[in-house]
């Protein structure tokens, strides 16, 4: 798949050589959501199955980090002829009434134990990229970009130095392989193998040489999706719309 020269948002970096995932090629489909296909923004909530898992590979060391409460918001989108399906906001004020520090990734752990903070930068888009069935038990593969299948920005930094720290603080830019499983309602993201396809692009503090400019980024997790529990807590989704994804 030929790659497509992308400008780098904030003056993070001139420019980077991207490429979406392999195979990846958008679809279109009819999406109902809750039963319903008439077009319109439907929002969601999902919290994480068992945490979320990421690793760091400078091309001599690969470095694990973890956070074991993860939760997504956004909308989902139904309608006919429908991409992308699922579309995951930033957290906001507004949204997060039980605190708000710009992130809803908590219990972040990086290399020597360290907090970490991780903030999603901008909406991140849910492409499906095979065929549906109308049986809603489908298991279809799909990717995760930014806005306008651009690439999908988050920053990492060390909890104890902020987001101007210098000791551990960095970039991800790039796009993330998955499936989204119609029986389960639940969103997986496996963007493993170090593939390139999510890279650090800016690193302010490299974490003592571990994540540098150019290393790359593994992320593996599964989200539920549906209706978050009373007052907006969010983390124990207790109900689905469902989603569904038709020809």
């Not at 969601?44 to 993860?70: I, K, Q």
Request: glycine letters at 12%; charged letters at 10%; one cysteine or more.
């Amino acid at each position: 798949m030929s790659s497509r020269f992308l400008g780098v948002s904030g003056g993070l970096v001139a420019a980077l050589w991207l490429v979406l995932p392999a195979g990846a090629h958008p679809l279109s489909h009819e999406v109902s959501v809750g039963g319903s296909t008439v077009g319109g923004s439907h929002l969601f909530y999902a919290s994480d199955v068992n945490g979320v898992a990421f690793a760091v590979n400078n091309g001599t060391t690969t470095t694990p980090l973890s956070c074991g409460d993860v939760n997504l918001e956004g909308v989902a989108n139904s309608g006919l002829d429908v991409d992308p399906f699922l579309e995951i906001k930033p957290v906001s004020r507004l949204n997060t009434p039980d605190g708000f520090d710009g992130s809803e990734r908590k219990n972040c752990v990086g290399p020597f134990n360290l907090a970490l903070t991780v903030v999603q930068i901008n909406d991140w888009e849910v492409h499906a990229t095979g065929p549906a069935t109308t049986a809603g038990t489908d298991l279809l593969p799909a990717y995760l970009s930014g806005p306008n299948n651009g690439p999908l920005y988050a920053h990492v930094y060390a909890t104890p130095g902020g987001p101007s720290g210098t000791s551990c603080n960095f970039f991800v830019e790039g796009y993330a392989d998955g499936t989204f499983n119609e029986a389960t309602q639940t969103l997986n993201i496996d963007e493993t193998g170090f593939s390139g396809d999510l890279t650090i692009v800016s690193a302010p503090g490299s974490c003592l040489g571990l994540a540098t400019v150019g290393s790359r980024v593994n992320a593996v997790s599964s989200f539920e999706i549906g209706d978050d529990d009373v007052a907006n807590v969010k983390g124990n989704i207790t109900s689905n719309h469902p989603i569904l994804l038709s020809p």
